[in-house]
């Protein structure tokens, strides 16, 4: 009986260092883990959300895990976090360069469609008499219109300039359309 005791205090000792020699690897893995993804954050957050978001869950599952003393379990999740991380941060600026191009492209279209727009609002706002289809009331409106879209313009600039890419994209594409159905309004072709 003796013999048993002695044993299972033995095993007992043997698991309780165990368990604390994983302790302090689990840790620093979950520090690294922590400072890899918070490395990342910014343009993660920006142009990879959802892989973040991936990243941030299981960081939280490896600390639970570590929470509940469950070492090599909490290990074994944030060891890997930090090289996702980076991976995480590739697909951002993979993303990032993708919608620059996207806005440098945009950006650079949408001033030679609104001048050609402004040029002919102007034209008609001189004449005497207007094309058939268009009144003076409808010339208003669509110089409204041109007004509206180019102060939409300059927010989807001061957004891109900002570094929010999604929304200035999303701006411009709505100066995009709105320029694109004033142009068609007044006669003048697509480009």
């Known amino acids: 009986m003796r013999i048993v005791k002695y044993i299972y205090i033995a095993v007992l000792a043997t698991l309780l260092v165990a368990c604390a020699r994983d302790k302090e690897p689990a840790e620093a893995a979950i520090k690294a883990a922590a400072q890899a993804i918070e490395q990342v954050r910014g343009d993660a957050a920006l142009y990879a959300p959802d892989q973040l978001k991936q990243l941030e869950d299981s960081l939280k599952a490896a600390q639970d895990s570590f929470a509940k003393k469950e070492y090599k ?3 074994d999740a944030a060891g890997t976090l930090a090289a996702k991380a980076q991976d995480v941060a590739k697909a951002a600026a993979a993303k990032k360069a993708e919608l620059t191009k ?3 492209d945009m950006s650079a279209g949408i ?3 609104m001048d050609a727009i402004k040029s002919r609002l102007d034209i008609l706002g001189k004449a005497k008499k207007l094309p058939a289809g268009l009144d003076k009331d409808k010339l208003a409106a669509l110089t409204s219109g ?3 879209a180019m102060k939409q313009f300059q927010a989807a600039k001061d957004a ?3 570094g929010d890419l999604n929304k200035a994209i999303e ?3 709505a100066v995009k359309q709105k320029g694109m159905e004033i142009a068609t ?3 003048l072709k697509q480009q």
């Open 171 to 173: 701006a411009g594409n």
């Open 146 to 148: 041109y007004d509206e």
């Open 73 to 75: 379990a909490a290990l």
């Open 102 to 104: 996207s806005w440098e």
């Open 111 to 113: 001033p030679q469609m």
């Open 185 to 187: 309004t007044l006669g």
């Open 160 to 162: 891109a300039s900002a």
